[in-house]
């Protein structure tokens, strides 16, 4: 095992989803956007789990220019449904539209992590296979105009009223439907010499 390091932790993310799950862990971080322009990542025909594993790479590691000694953990998520590609949704309308994609059909929540540290880099993937519920057009509208999730890949907030679209949800960690598997993150430190607890 590493002797226990004192670099700075930085999350790659303004995502105040993130922010809160690693704050459970209850050790100092920063926050600092990443770098990186996510649209160029994000091509027509590019594999969900590729793009999800890249963009988590460059976000930490466009942060390793600003602060070296830095232990720094980079993140994203998308939504793998049929082998496309969904996202944040951004407008009310793209967001009734992705949950009626959804809408009685199984999906893959993919979620990737990657911390680098002194040269170091590590990378995880985690797939999420979720089961929404038959909804009808009313229970979307009701659904994205309660919860507003404008900002999260595959407009559900799962932590919220979300959690009543769906009838099964199969995963290694819960908290990587939320954005940050955390089980994972806190193995990750530990291998870079950052114990927790």
Same mark, same amino acid.
Do not use: W
């Given at each position: 095992?590493?002797?226990? =390091?004192? !670099?700075? #932790?930085? +999350? %790659? ?5 993130? /922010?809160?799950?690693? *704050?459970?862990?209850? &050790? ?22 590729? =793009?999800? !594993?890249? #963009?988590? +790479? %460059? ?5 390793? /220019?600003?602060?070296? *000694?830095?232990?720094? &953990? ?124």
């Amino acid at each position: 095992m590493n002797p226990q =390091v004192t !670099a700075p #932790l930085l +999350l %790659a993310s303004t995502s105040r989803y993130r /922010r809160e799950l690693l *704050e459970r862990l209850r &050790i100092p971080f920063r926050c600092l956007a990443p770098m990186v322009e996510e649209r160029g990542f994000k091509t027509a025909n590019a594999e969900p789990a590729t =793009v999800a !594993a890249a #963009l988590a +790479l %460059a976000k930490a590691e466009s942060l390793t /220019r600003i602060m070296p *000694e830095a232990i720094i &953990i980079g993140s994203d998520q998308v939504v793998n449904c049929d082998g496309r590609m969904l996202g944040k949704p951004g407008t009310r309308l793209k967001a009734i539209e992705q949950l009626a994609r959804l809408n009685g059909r199984e999906h893959q929540l993919i979620t990737a992590v990657a911390v680098c540290h002194a040269g170091r880099t590590l990378l995880h993937l985690d797939e999420t296979r979720m089961t929404m519920r038959r909804l009808s057009p009313d229970a979307i509208v009701r659904y994205v105009d309660q919860d507003r999730p404008l900002d999260c890949a595959g407009s559900y907030r799962i932590e919220s009223l979300g959690i009543a679209l769906f009838e099964s949800i199969a995963t290694d960690d819960h908290t990587a439907i939320v954005g940050l598997p955390l089980m994972t993150v806190i193995d990750m430190l530990n291998q870079v010499g950052l114990e927790i607890p």
